[in-house]
């Protein structure tokens, strides 16, 4: 009897997450997240039909059957067979273009993907869905037919159940674990500790500059990066904004900024944009604490 022959699609997709698994052990990453994708390829190498038969049947809910795939990897997969990208596996070759993969969302002009990525400070699609219920996409002029538009396309994109549904609110970590997370980084980054890539925007000579850090706190699993946005360069804060990269229960990866306050009362302290408030109690209570010393 003849061997059974490989599904393209449910090949191409176990190959594209062997290449995350093999990336993530050249980066130090969890090892029990490393297994987590070649245990993922496995299973899509060996299904015997077609993943695509499976998505337009059951979408993200099917995959979520298959054994070793839970609800982040179904997200991928799915990600994969639709789009035949994944943000996350470009992001950890260096060749990530937030301008550009905004730019494939219908009702996204290039202006706009660029506002979204430079003044939003968003890289990831999730976010950009999250930005487009929250009012964040709305203030930079998008109008609500647009919006409207917008959203179902990132619905569709992402695997939602509901095309027009709302993403589920996302548990976001408390301050003190992203800024305990910034802070290996940035310590690990100082002694050459992290493994570094080349990005692709903004490397003409294409140097490995940038260094990566994997790292977990509880059942959260954190990707950290030196932002590499035109922003950034164009205020010299390359080696200051870290962006934070994690996992929300159901709604896929997230992402965080952290910077140094330039002002006010937290001016000189690493603060999580946009969460300023949580900062000013998290440092009023560190300094209650005689015994502890105030990071910075």
Same mark, same amino acid.
């Given at each position: 009897?003849?061997? =059974?022959?490989?599904?393209?699609? +449910?090949?191409?997709?176990?190959?594209?997450?062997?290449? $995350?698994? &093999?990336?993530?052990?050249?980066?130090?990453?969890?090892?029990?997240?490393?297994?987590?994708?070649?245990?993922?390829? !496995?299973?899509?190498?060996?299904?015997? @039909?077609?993943?695509? &038969?499976?998505?337009?049947?059951?979408?993200?809910?099917?995959?979520?059957?298959?054994?070793? %795939?839970?609800?982040?990897?179904?997200?991928?997969?799915? &990600?994969?067979?639709?789009?035949?990208?994944?943000?996350?596996?470009? !992001?950890?070759?260096?060749?990530?273009?937030?301008? @550009?993969?905004?730019?494939?969302?219908?009702?996204?002009?290039?202006?706009?993907?660029?506002?979204?990525?430079?003044?939003?400070?968003?890289?990831?699609? @999730? @976010?950009?869905?999250?930005?487009?219920?929250?009012? =964040?996409?709305?203030?930079?002029? $998008?109008?609500?037919?647009?919006?409207?538009?917008?959203?179902?396309?990132?619905?569709?994109?992402?695997?939602?159940?509901?095309?027009?549904? $709302?993403?589920?609110?996302?548990?976001?970590?408390? $301050?003190?674990?992203?800024?305990?997370?910034?802070?290996?980084?940035?310590?690990?980054?100082?002694?050459?500790?992290?493994?570094?890539?080349?990005?692709?925007?903004? +490397?003409?000579?294409?140097?490995?500059?940038?260094? %990566?850090?994997?790292?977990?706190?509880?059942?959260?699993?954190?990707?950290?990066?030196?932002?590499?946005?035109?922003?950034?360069?164009?205020? *010299?804060?390359?080696?200051?904004?870290?962006?934070?990269?994690?996992? *929300?229960?159901?709604?896929?990866?997230? &992402?965080?900024?952290?910077?140094?306050?330039? !002002?006010?009362?937290?001016?000189?302290?690493?603060?999580?944009?946009?969460?300023?408030?949580?900062?000013?109690?998290?440092?009023?209570?560190?300094?209650?604490?005689?015994?502890?010393?105030?990071?910075?």
């Amino acid at each position: 009897m003849s061997a =059974r022959l490989p599904i393209p699609l +449910n090949a191409s997709i176990a190959a594209r997450f062997d290449e $995350v698994a &093999q990336i993530l052990a050249e980066q130090n990453a969890n090892p029990y997240r490393i297994g987590a994708y070649r245990a993922a390829a !496995r299973t899509l190498r060996d299904w015997p @039909e077609p993943i695509s &038969q499976l998505i337009k049947e059951h979408g993200v809910a099917g995959l979520m059957r298959l054994p070793t %795939i839970g609800e982040r990897l179904a997200r991928s997969t799915y &990600q994969l067979a639709t789009t035949g990208r994944l943000p996350m596996l470009e !992001r950890l070759r260096g060749e990530s273009d937030p301008v @550009e993969l905004f730019g494939t969302v219908p009702g996204v002009g290039p202006k706009t993907a660029r506002d979204i990525h430079e003044r939003l400070g968003i890289d990831t699609l @999730e @976010e950009l869905e999250s930005a487009a219920h929250d009012g =964040r996409l709305a203030s930079l002029g $998008v109008g609500p037919k647009r919006l409207a538009g917008i959203r179902d396309a990132l619905a569709g994109r992402l695997g939602r159940v509901g095309r027009r549904s $709302v993403p589920d609110s996302v548990a976001f970590p408390p $301050v003190a674990e992203i800024l305990d997370v910034d802070r290996q980084y940035r310590e690990d980054s100082a002694t050459g500790a992290l493994p570094r890539i080349a990005p692709r925007r903004f +490397n003409p000579r294409h140097e490995a500059w940038l260094p %990566i850090l994997h790292t977990r706190r509880g059942e959260r699993e954190y990707t950290a990066l030196y932002s590499n946005t035109a922003r950034a360069h164009e205020l *010299g804060r390359t080696r200051d904004w870290v962006v934070l990269y994690f996992d *929300g229960e159901t709604s896929g990866e997230r &992402q965080c900024t952290v910077i140094t306050a330039e !002002r006010g009362s937290l001016r000189g302290r690493r603060i999580v944009r946009g969460r300023e408030a949580e900062c000013l109690t998290h440092y009023a209570q560190l300094s209650a604490q005689p015994t502890m010393s105030l990071p910075h």
